[in-house]
């Protein structure tokens, strides 16, 4: 068994989204949220398809878009047996926006995730050093490093905050060197595939729309990089997915 730990799944934007999920009828996917419509296609998702489970919370995009009432709905909902964390959190400063905000959204939700003892996906760009620091703090929680894309340097520093690395298609990308030599010298122990569907589709369908079921192409690679076998790659990396979501096969 094969799981993808991080999509985004909606008719809005899978036209044959029924078929895109009956690839993966015996493998489970973990979609995640990152706006209100996002968590509400969700947890539509989780109520219809037995193999989909989800996580919700608002990416730091959302910071001019939350207010008491959305902390109210992420606690309404992750009650539900099929919620298995709160994400994609984080920063993301890569355009100019408001730091201090972010940051308060991001702690808020951290915090909202240590009252219910909830794993956390982390959505971290052009943040590594503050993203860090602000873990450093909640290193009691179950945490994943959702798309994970720094150094191997700031690998071996989130892996000993207890993290587990997102890894997905641009590990097959040609400009994906970086993330080669995180796969290379991070024990499997330590990994988890995601696809971020319909975003980052791996090689040989860079440009096409991305699916749960092309964790297989990130498997395949990791198993590459690696010198074992794929099955392997499913075995260890499952595992870790489940025992942080609490996933229980």
Known sequence: ???????????????N???????????IIVCSGASMEDNESTLELVSKYSNIYGTIGFHPDEIYNVDESSFA?????????????????????????DKIKQQDLFIKQ??????????????SRDAASDTYDILKKYSDL??????????????????ELGCKLGIGGVLTFKNGKKLVEVVENIDIENLVLETDSPYLTPEPYRGMQNE????????????????ISVEKVYEVTT??????YGIKL
């Open 1 to 15: 068994m094969k799981i993808d730990t991080h999509c985004h799944l909606s008719k809005k934007e899978y036209a």
């Open 17 to 27: 989204l029924d078929e895109i999920i009956k690839h993966m009828e015996n493998d």
């Open 73 to 97: 709905y992420l606690e309404d909902n992750i009650s539900n047996k099929k919620i298995v964390g709160i994400g994609e959190i984080g920063l993301d400063y890569y355009h100019d926006g």
């Open 110 to 123: 951290l915090e909202l995730a240590r009252k219910y003892n909830m794993p956390v996906v982390i959505h």
């Open 142 to 159: 179950k945490i994943i490093m959702h798309c994970y894309s720094y150094s191997l340097e700031m690998a071996y520093k989130f892996v």
């Open 212 to 227: 749960p079921y092309n964790i297989t192409l990130v498997a395949k690679k990791i198993a590459e990089l690696k010198g």
């Open 239 to 244: 595992k870790n997915a489940c025992e942080i």
